[in-house]
């Protein structure tokens, strides 16, 4: 046995000594709470698991019990009674043993989960739990009593599912009193050494064990005594008076350091008080010593007041606990005053309650006569009452008991005593410390609680003979103290002037707060005291302001005071009142103005209640009035006069007074203006109803014509408005005749900027129009709506509504009428009309010809007449009276449902103008026109309000549209109110009418006319049954027609549904035929083949219903006109195009010379442009081109050779013609050229390389302020540089010639972009893209570049400093320098994101936001793979701390472990491609760890590795690596600290190259080891020490080792070379050697 284990058992042993004489034996055999009872036998359990989890019971961790306690659960539950009767009985066995030590375990869940299964195994085996219950109930019943709430509940959750009444529980209790009286004694008896285990608990989990189990036992004691009767008890006496008489250690609990402890012994204490007086008789002393000698003493936190409570019993049972049975040496006196000295320690405010009744209970000899030691009492209690832990809310009790007390005091002691000892000493300075309080008598305050201070007043005056006298004498000095305060106060000059009024003021509050309370309690006595000093202090006051001008506000507070709180006390006295009358006549008018003016106000106020005092008061109030009106204006005379008015009293002498009501109306003007004492004035009068009606009409209409925008006032007015809308809202109800212009108004200031003010107007205007009230019939207020919403439609400026604002007040006017809106409400469609003329005669733009599906409609649109060019009415915003009229509607008809209430015809009138409205503007929209519908399309706001629009517009007229269920035909069956087919219908022959001509009212009637029909095919489809008839109704589809845009419109809106249509294919083959002999020169033409492709637009190019014969001779005579067409007309070339992309498809199989014709014509329209611009006019021929190119170039890949060895033919002159459109200027970027574009760049994208002639022409290009055109440059670029740097890469170094950037390239990076250049944070400026590009650009040149192309490269950009300002702007986009950068988990951008723009897929699929977003990072990570070190050189010369400390964390976040994985991986590849070495060298061993983020180089030389290792930082690189020697062999010291600097000089130095570094390193090496030979003695170069050989023989000239000479010399015992045998000179070559080196 090892020391250590007897040390233990040692231990273990002592332990238990300490609980019976002979080691272990008497308490492992008796104890079922002790941790060293043995563990009972389980070998008769069935169930080994169950066996297990009782043997884990045993362990020490609390977890593991849990565990098995969880485990034993789940076995009981799964046994219940009805399953074979429950558990088995050996597992009851075992669980009664392991029970009582169980649930008091330190573990809280343990305690709790051992009663819960106690339960549960009383429900699973019933009655045969019953002979087990003498062994558990102590344990069972104890838990009740657990200080942890879930632990308690547990046990009382078990008890009370069979103890359910009080009969049932002292039953219980009756049967299992001795049980339960000898588990008590059992634990009282234990210790903490016996309960737990000191070798693995600390001491304070050992003394809370042990509390926990005596607490719970003295209260499980208790309440047993509490719940039998007294003959139960007696049964059992012994046994009581064996536990608890004389039992010193059982009654030491009192003052135990435990709170819950100490409860519980008081508890029980106060039970055997009443149930076991006897054993308590005959330990009286012990008693007495227990508890008072030794209690009081003690800490008693939280226990304080159950002791209290337990004394105040004891004492009145057993006074003489406190006389002959008291044996300390300390009087009990002197314990009580510590034991009070500490305060209720936790204790509730009947702690104070009780400390009085135990004192006043207290048997004569205890108090003694000596009034020092009384006082010291009193000293100590109030120490009590002012400890800093006491709650201020104990104060008032704890007070009134210190009054009882000092009462009872008072008897004690002699008048003499009383008169000079007690009440100066122990009563008055609580007086002095109320009215006048210091902190050095902090204990003396009494705090708010003034029914208390009155009762001490109170007894003070009580007290018979002398002490009444020095009551008064007390009371008189203080009166003298305050007077002489008041008179003494500082003057206005002085700095603590304010400071000074204030303390005196405060004292007045308490003064006459006591006297209210004195004259409420109704002692006479008091009150004949304070009434008279108090009305002898007012008197002062009166005179103390009279004389010094009012400016000692204090004394007029003082005055208020009095008159507020004891009105009585003034009205009592005929003199006071007198006074105060004579006062206020008087002195009342100069002193207004003074410093105590606010407070002479409130004395007035309060005068006029006094009896009999109302005349006076109206007198006094009038000349105070006209006193202040004669003098100059001043803010204290608004002031005062606002206070005078102030009160509900003065109201009909206010409106009386006409002097008064001129003053209040300047004052609101005044206010209006913001003049805060005028709105103080102001809103006074309108309160207390000062204002005549006369006055109130014109202060309104003041206020109304504040209300502009342009008016400095109109702020004052609308909080004028509102205070008259919260305090006198009739005012405005009786202003009738105003109420449209004041409505008008309001809602003007709804849609200003301000959005404080707006709100503001908004909600007075409901209040206005709330107060107004509907009737029967149409009010004012909805006709008055009405007027104001046409109004502002009809007529547009800087001044009208929003049509939001009209929205909402129409919507109320329907709102007011359900039934039958008002047609008035919606615009004068005769108006909107005639106000879309103007636009309607400008012919629209002809770049909409290359816009599908209408595309060539355009061209036959012909400008009759000149319409004059009038200026259009705009709103605010700069929309035309059309654009609202046509905006108004949209959001009425959206938010209201009124299709069912208005008239067939007004219905048609609105949908036919609106459908107007909507392509007037989405043409200007696509076309960025400005100065129509709205004035600019620069204006995002009115943009995204008028796309708003259209989509609202699609879907009203969708919504009819949806509605039509009828729309070709009268229906026979009656229609829903819902269905629109009438309106439709007649819509439908609007249009049609309307397209009949060639103006450009017509073409947009026609596109109106499409749109509707697609609208219905779409909600209704396109039925067969009378579809013929339907179309030969419109007598418009025939090649004659006369109305060519109506019958576009209809194929349009139809399309594919009339691919089944004989009339439609009779109709497209006779066009095909006219086509076939029709001249480019004929004025038909045009419109002969805008018809002809709205009808070949319903078919599909393999499915024309022609033969193929007719479309080869159409065909061969479109391309006819093709030589010279281009030129001679554009428009009809356009549609030469459109055509031929329907009909070559058909006739892809045949053989013929028209493919090759129809490429020279695209090649000759690329070609046409004499000057430099791309034009409207030309757009859609080659937009229309592009598109037929398209489709030829797919067709090229199919088995007609014809059009492939045309196609090739073309190729090159297509080439350079793609590329001279690509070049052309462009005005601006509208939907018709962007059309255009993006055709055109996928045409570049797919010119071969080869065929690409100068790369200089398109670096210009990716600065172009046109999206496509930037991207086709950028791609054409990016495919073709890779080539260009291979090439650029050979002859740089075979010329030896420094790489340059294009200049060209070059140029883009000059002009680096600016915050301000993003105007919204959602947009992408082209300008900034072009720049962003041009650097990816610049990167794309270093991919496939040579080492040394990349560093004439790099120093290229460090030169110029061409880097700096692209990382400075990239970190102000992407938030670094607000310290909140782009978080790229957030914005889902991922490493391939990272490490790759695609700039398509960008373009297609990412917001412009997120598309400039990724393109930032790919070239911050470009630059940080590429050119590391300028980076590096930027971030070091940063200038904001802010921006380089987010720098660095983002790029340690996101990119240094993309960097680093791709330098290690460029590493690999160099070490994995290295040229072989010379035959005198070895290979540079390359080993990478990416784990580590290391590099090891190493170099062998003799079996031995020289090696290094290549660090990378957290944040690389804008911090660089770090060259560290691992094991140095052959060098010096000196030479290897040289390679490592080296090394790391040129990684930082060559633009943060490892592969530099490496390559540095290898030759370092490999140029200090050449010449080196093999030491002659050991055949080594490198000897034991590292080294190579240094000592050369002066004859033969052989090199050794020092080491291997040393053991050569040692071992020969002679200093002669090994080789040649001569004597060898160590000494003269060290000596050299030292030379050398120096």
């Not at 009581?240 to 010193?248: F, M, R």
């Not at 004394?555 to 004579?582: D, I, N, Y």
């Not at 439908?988 to 017509?1002: G, H, Q, V, Y």
Request: net charge negative.
């Amino acid at each position: 046995m090892s020391k250590r284990q007897f040390k233990s058992q040692a231990s273990s042993s002592r332990v238990a000594s300490g609980a019976g004489f002979g080691g272990f034996g008497s308490t492992s055999s008796g104890s079922t709470l002790s941790y060293l009872t043995e563990p009972p036998n389980l070998s008769a359990i069935s169930d080994a698991n169950v066996v297990v989890a009782f043997k884990n019971l045993s362990k020490k961790d609390g977890t593991t019990k849990s565990k098995a306690l969880e485990d034993l659960r789940a076995y009981v539950q799964a046994h219940p009674f009805e399953l074979d009767g429950g558990v088995e009985d050996a597992v009851l066995e075992a669980w009664v043993k392991f029970y009582p030590r169980i649930s008091i375990d330190n573990s809280r869940r343990v305690r709790e989960l051992s009663h819960i299964i106690q339960f549960e195994l009383l429900k699973s085996v019933r009655k045969r739990m019953e002979k087990y219950i003498p062994k558990i109930v102590g344990s069972w019943l104890g838990g009740t009593y657990d200080r942890d709430r879930a632990v308690a509940r547990a046990a009382n959750d078990g008890t009370k599912s069979f103890l359910d009444t009080t009969a049932k529980m002292a039953l219980f209790f009756k049967r299992c009193e001795s049980p339960i009286i000898d588990y008590a004694q059992e634990a009282l008896g234990e210790t903490a050494q016996t309960l737990s285990d000191e070798r693995t608990m600390s001491a304070d989990d050992m003394q809370a064990k042990y509390f926990r189990v005596i607490g719970s036992s003295i209260s499980l004691l208790s309440n047993l005594l509490g719940i039998l009767d007294k003959d139960t008890i007696l049964k059992h006496q012994e046994k009581y008076e064996g536990i608890l008489s004389g039992n010193k250690k059982l009654w030491a609990f009192a003052s135990c350091e435990d709170a819950f402890v100490r409860r519980a012994i008081d508890q029980l204490m106060l039970v055997c008080l009443i149930k076991l007086p006897a054993v308590i008789e005959s330990g009286l002393e012990l008693v007495s010593h227990t508890f008072i000698a030794e209690a009081l003493k003690s800490s008693q936190t939280t226990s304080a007041f159950q002791l209290l409570n337990l004394l105040v019993s004891l004492t009145s049972k057993y006074p003489e606990v406190w006389t002959s049975s008291y044996k300390a040496k300390k009087s009990p006196l002197s314990r009580l005053r510590t034991f009070v000295e500490k305060g209720s320690q936790g204790g509730p405010p009947d702690y104070w309650t009780k400390l009085g009744m135990l004192v006043l209970g207290l048997p004569d000899g205890v108090l003694p006569s000596e009034p020092d030691v009384l006082l010291e009492f009193l000293r100590a209690f109030r120490r009590g009452i002012s400890n800093r832990e006491e709650p201020r809310t104990n104060a008032g009790v704890a007070w009134a008991t210190y009054f009882s007390i000092a009462d009872r005091f008072i008897t004690l002691l002699s008048p003499e005593a009383v008169q000079e000892k007690l009440l100066p000493e122990g009563i008055f300075p609580v007086f002095e410390q109320y009215l006048h309080p210091t902190p050095s008598n902090d204990s003396w305050a009494i705090g708010t609680n003034i029914s208390t201070l009155a009762k001490g007043l109170g007894l003070c005056v009580s007290v018979k003979g002398d002490g009444k006298t020095a009551l008064k004498d007390e009371w008189a000095r203080l009166e003298k103290d305050f007077t002489s305060k008041i008179l003494t106060s500082l003057p206005e000059q002085s700095k603590d002037y304010n400071a000074s009024q204030t303390a005196v003021i405060a004292i007045s509050h308490r003064w006459f707060k006591l006297l209210a309370e004195v004259l409420k309690a109704d002692q006479p006595d008091t009150r004949d005291l304070l009434v008279p000093s108090s009305q002898r202090i007012i008197t002062a006051c009166l005179g103390s302001m009279v004389s010094r001008n009012g400016k000692p506000y204090s004394a007029a507070a003082t005055v208020e005071s009095a008159l507020r709180l004891t009105p009585t006390a003034v009205g009592s006295s005929p003199e006071t009142l007198a006074a105060v009358e004579s006062f206020l006549e008087n002195e009342l008018p100069t002193l207004i103005l003074s410093p105590s003016g606010p407070y002479l106000v409130s004395i007035l106020n309060l005068f006029r209640t006094l009896p009999d005092k109302k005349a006076s008061f109206e007198s006094i109030w009038q000349s105070t009035i006209d006193g202040l009106l004669a003098l100059p204006e001043t803010s204290s005379q608004s002031q005062a006069i606002a206070k005078l008015i102030a009160n509900d009293a003065v109201s009909k002498i206010s409106q009386e007074n006409s002097g008064l009501q001129e003053f209040l109306l300047q004052g609101n003007a005044k206010a209006i203006q913001g003049n805060p004492d005028a709105r103080a004035l102001s809103e006074a009068a309108i309160t207390f109803r000062s204002l005549s009606s006369a006055t109130s009409a014109k202060v309104l209409d003041r206020v109304l014509a504040a209300l502009d925008t342009r008016d400095s006032g109109l702020d004052g007015a609308l909080k004028s408005l509102e205070f008259i809308s919260k305090s006198q809202p009739g005012l405005l109800n009786t202003q009738s005749s105003i109420h449209v212009t004041l409505i008008t108004k309001l809602l003007g200031l709804t849609e200003i900027s301000d959005s404080t003010l707006a709100s503001r107007a908004n909600t007075l205007r409901a209040i206005i129009e709330k107060s107004s009230g509907p009737t029967d019939s149409e009010t004012p207020h909805q006709s008055s709506l009405v007027h104001v919403v046409r109004e502002n439609l009809e007529t547009a400026g800087p001044q009208s509504l929003t049509i939001e604002t009209l929205v909402q007040q129409a919507s109320k006017v329907i709102a007011d009428a359900p039934g039958s809106p008002p047609t008035a409400i919606f615009p004068d469609t005769r108006i909107w009309s005639e106000a879309l003329l103007p636009l309607l005669g400008q012919a629209p733009n002809p770049a909409l010809g290359v816009m599908r599906p209408f595309a060539g409609s355009v061209f036959l649109v012909t400008q009759s007449s000149t319409i004059p060019n009038t200026r259009p009415a705009r709103d605010i915003n700069g929309y035309s009276i059309p654009l609202r009229m046509a905006m108004y509607t949209t959001a009425l008809l959206l938010h209201e449902d009124l299709s069912d209430l208005l008239p067939e015809e007004l219905q048609v009138e609105l949908y036919y103008l609106l459908a107007l409205s909507s392509e007037l503007a989405n043409d200007q929209i696509d076309l960025l026109e400005d100065n129509k519908l709205f004035v600019s399309h620069q204006d995002p706001d009115a943009v995204a309000e008028v796309r708003q629009f259209l989509i609202n517009a699609h879907e009203i007229l969708g919504d009819a549209a949806g509605n039509a269920n009828f729309w070709r035909d009268h229906a026979g069956a009656k229609q829903s109110p819902q269905n629109t087919s009438p309106v439709v219908r007649l819509l439908i022959s609007k249009l049609l009418e309307a397209s009949s001509t060639n103006t450009p009212f017509a073409y947009y009637s026609s596109k109106a006319l499409g749109g509707l029909i697609q609208a219905l095919v779409s909600a209704h489809g396109w039925q067969n049954d009378g579809s013929e008839a339907w179309l030969t109704k419109l007598d418009i589809l025939k090649t004659s027609t006369n109305n060519i845009l109506g019958a576009s419109a209809v194929l349009i809106g139809l399309e594919d549904s009339l691919r089944s249509s004989k009339m439609i294919n009779t109709l497209c083959n006779r066009l095909i035929s006219d086509v076939a002999g029709a001249k480019a020169q004929s004025e038909k033409t045009l419109g002969l083949l805008v018809l002809l492709n709205s009808v070949l637009s319903v078919y599909d190019e393999d499915d024309l219903p022609v033969a193929n014969n007719r479309l080869v001779f159409a065909v061969k005579q479109i391309l006819s006109w093709t030589e010279d067409l281009a030129v001679a007309d554009a428009q009809l070339a356009s549609e030469a195009c459109r055509a031929l992309q329907k009909l070559l498809p058909a006739i892809k199989d045949v053989y013929g010379s028209y493919w090759e014709t129809t490429f020279d014509f695209c090649v000759s329209i690329w070609e046409s442009n004499e000057d430099a611009a791309l034009s409207n006019e030309r757009l859609p021929m080659i937009g229309m081109s592009l598109k037929l190119y398209s489709i030829l170039q797919k067709m090229a890949d199919d088995d007609n050779d014809d059009l492939k060895e045309a196609f090739e033919l073309s190729r090159e002159q297509a080439c350079d013609g793609l590329v001279k459109l690509l070049k052309l200027d462009r005005s601006k970027e509208t939907q018709p050229l962007e059309f255009v574009d993006t055709m055109l760049s996928r045409q570049v994208t797919k010119i071969p390389a080869d065929r690409i002639k100068d790369l200089t022409e398109f670096y210009p290009l990716v600065a172009s302020d046109f999206r496509m055109v930037q991207s086709a440059a950028f791609d054409v670029l990016h495919k073709a540089l890779p080539k260009v740097q291979q090439e650029l890469s050979v002859n740089v170094l075979l010329d030896g010639t420094t790489a340059q950037l294009p200049l060209e390239l070059l140029s883009l990076l000059l002009n680096t972009p600016s915050v301000q250049d993003i105007p919204d944070p959602s947009e992408f400026p082209s300008s900034i893209r072009g720049y962003l590009l041009s650097w990816l650009i610049v990167y794309e040149s270093y991919t496939t570049a040579s080492l040394k192309v990349r560093n004439d490269y790099s120093e290229l950009l460090k030169t110029e400093n061409y880097i700096g300002p692209l990382l400075s702007f990239m970190f102000v986009i992407l938030g670094h320098s607000d310290a909140d950068p782009l978080n790229l988990e957030r914005a889902r951008i991922d490493n391939s994101m990272i490490r790759h723009y695609d700039m398509w897929k960008a373009n297609d699929s990412e917001s412009n936001e997120r598309s400039m977003n990724w393109l930032l990072v790919n070239i911050y990570y470009l630059c940080l793979n590429y050119t590391p070190g300028l980076v590096r050189t930027w971030w070091f010369s940063c200038d904001s701390r802010q921006t380089s400390l987010a720098v660095d964390s983002w790029t340690q976040k996101f990119f240094s472990p993309l960097v680093v994985e791709d330098t290690l991986d460029e590493v690999e590849k160099w070490a994995a491609n290295q040229e072989p070495p010379a035959d005198d060298e070895k290979d540079l061993v390359i080993k990478v760890s990416k784990r580590s983020r290391e590099i090891f180089a190493g170099y062998e030389v003799d079996e031995l590795m020289m090696q290094i290792v290549i660090r990378f930082p957290d944040n690389y690189p804008l911090e660089g690596v770090k060259v560290e020697g691992l094991n140095r062999v052959a060098v010096t010291e000196k030479k290897w600290l040289s390679w490592l600097r080296n090394t790391q000089g040129v990684i930082t130095f060559s633009n943060g190259s490892i592969i530099d570094g490496l390559t540095a390193f290898q030759k370092n090496v490999t140029g200090a080891l050449k010449g080196h030979t093999e030491c002659a003695i050991c055949y080594s170069i490198i000897g034991p020490d590292k080294k190579t050989p240094d000592k050369r023989c002066q004859t033969c000239n052989n090199l050794f080792h020092s080491n291997c000479l040393y053991k050569w010399f040692s071992s020969s015992n002679q200093s002669t070379c090994p080789l040649c045998r001569n004597p060898f000179n160590y000494g003269v070559d060290t000596a050299r050697r030292r030379r050398g080196e120096e």
